[in-house]
């Protein structure tokens, strides 16, 4: 399906473990972020690449890893998971810096930290 | 920093009335801003964008307008349905020289149209 796809939609997880979250887009778009959805917080970025091979920190980088080997995947990893680390994970994408580009978003993925 | 603020964070109407959602921001250097519809347990539509040099936008019975200089940003929706129940967000994004030239995002307005 074309869009961005992300898997898994639900994941529940015990302290210490690692976890990877993974995003797809068929778009071929340049840009992926990946955001986190808090209550009082809002959405916030965790990590945002430019194009394959090239990855940056966001606002909230503590405790994530990500990359970026073909354009189409964003792969994030909590390599040790924290309770803190219960959110809402959403991908997004957008095909250059253009002013006129749009962000789109995918469904999301609920993960829960025991 | 740039910051984004949506009041009110709740907004409850009966079907047939104008919706107007609100949003601000304090740095007027801004790339475009982007509206948002989010429903509950899912991810975020894409409503409309609006760039720097734009006024406003339309879409159906969307229209947002744009105020750079005044820091605002105001989204109208026409003759509320109940299907317009959900929580609204507004992102700015800051000029390329900016991290990803990423999104800021609002706390959001979440409406609720009543039939």
């Known amino acids: 399906d074309a869009g961005i796809t992300q898997s898994p939609r639900y994941k529940i997880t015990e302290t210490g473990r690692q976890v990877t979250l993974m995003c797809h887009q068929t778009?071929?778009?340049?840009?992926m972020f990946w955001y986190r959805q808090d209550l009082g917080h809002g959405l916030r970025l965790i990590y945002y690449?430019?194009?394959?091979?090239?990855?940056d920190k966001g606002e909230v980088p503590d405790g994530y890893v990500v990359s970026r080997s073909k354009t189409e995947n964003f792969p994030l990893t909590l390599e040790s998971a924290t309770r803190s680390q219960t959110s809402v994970y959403f991908c997004?994408?957008?095909?250059?810096?253009?002013?006129?580009?749009?962000?789109?978003f995918g469904p999301g993925t609920r993960l829960t930290v025991l | 920093k740039q910051e984004v603020t949506q009041i009110p964070a709740a907004l409850s109407v009966p079907e047939g009335e104008n919706l107007v959602l609100n949003c601000s921001f304090t740095?007027?250097?801004?790339?475009?801003l982007q509206w948002f519809r989010q429903d509950p347990g899912k991810g975020l539509t894409s409503l409309l964008l609006?760039?720097?040099?734009?006024r406003e936008q339309t879409s159906g019975r969307l229209n947002a307008s744009l105020d750079k200089s005044s820091g605002r940003s105001t989204l109208y929706i026409a003759a509320s349905q109940p299907g317009d129940s959900a929580t609204y967000l507004c992102?700015?994004?800051?000029?390329?020289?900016?991290?990803?030239?990423?999104?800021?995002f609002g706390g959001g307005t979440r409406v609720l149209v009543k039939p």
């Open positions: 992102a700015v994004r800051q000029g390329l020289r900016a991290a990803g030239n990423k999104l800021t």
């Open positions: 740095d007027s250097a801004i790339y475009n």
């Open positions: 690449s430019a194009a394959a091979d090239i990855t």
């Open positions: 778009w071929s778009h340049s840009y």
């Open positions: 609006i760039q720097s040099s734009q």
């Open positions: 997004a994408s957008r095909t250059t810096g253009g002013e006129k580009n749009e962000q789109f």
